[in-house]
């Protein structure tokens, strides 16, 4: 990916760090964060900015752990590449207005957007009822989406720990991203299914 101006990406960037950890605080200053109301604008795909698919285990292991699909022009940090394994970590896809439609719906079909939670520190609160909450560690994929919420940015998040969910997760983008980048993707499920196996630790 060639960045043309890449001060104003960083600008960019920092901007939209600091508005989500100001979304971060009112969270951790209790206001009310209503699910309905959160989904309903996350389904509102004209309000979604960025949808990330990241796995923890495949962080730990080397291998291509996050997958980030934005709308064009939405900056990003570079690709991650390693250079002793000489593999890419991480990798963007750009997707329009209806490919953020198609696949938000998919999701929404599918009963991905079912329980979601927001982030304080290094735990995942449910949305509906605090008393749910898990780290990274503790399942196979995270889905990030930074959307808007009452007119400013947010991060909201759900998980994936069954393989058969994840594998159509997979297939849906394949099928709504078409020809862009498959290898990756293909690679992304065949790293997963290799996690099959993992014996998640229990919440400290």
Do not use: W
Not at 1 to 27: D, E, G, H, P, S
Not at 39 to 49: A, D, I, K, Q
Not at 116 to 135: E, G, M, Q, S, W
């Amino acid at each position: 990916m060639i960045y043309r101006n890449y001060k104003c990406m960083r600008l960019r960037l920092t901007i939209i760090l600091i508005l989500l950890i100001n979304i971060q605080l009112r969270v951790e200053a209790q206001d009310i964060i209503v699910y309905e109301d959160v989904r309903r604008e996350l389904v509102n795909y004209g309000s979604l900015e960025i949808i990330s698919v990241y796995s923890y285990h495949l962080k730990q292991n080397s291998e291509l752990y996050l997958i980030d699909i934005m709308r064009p022009g939405t900056f990003s940090e570079p690709p991650e590449f390693d250079i002793k394994t000489k593999k890419q970590l991480t990798i963007d896809f750009e997707a329009d207005s209806l490919m953020l439609k198609r696949i938000i719906d998919f999701m929404d079909n599918n009963r991905f957007l079912d329980s979601l939670y927001v982030r304080i520190n290094d735990r995942y609160i449910n949305i509906k009822t605090t008393d749910n909450i898990f780290c990274d560690y503790e399942t196979l994929v995270v889905i990030d989406f930074v959307h808007r919420y009452k007119g400013e940015l947010m991060q909201t998040y759900t998980k994936i720990d069954d393989i058969n969910q994840l594998d159509l997760l997979i297939s849906g983008l394949e099928d709504i991203l078409g020809v862009k980048k498959p290898k990756f993707l293909k690679d992304y499920k065949e790293s997963i299914r290799k996690l099959r196996d993992i014996k998640y630790c229990p919440l400290n």
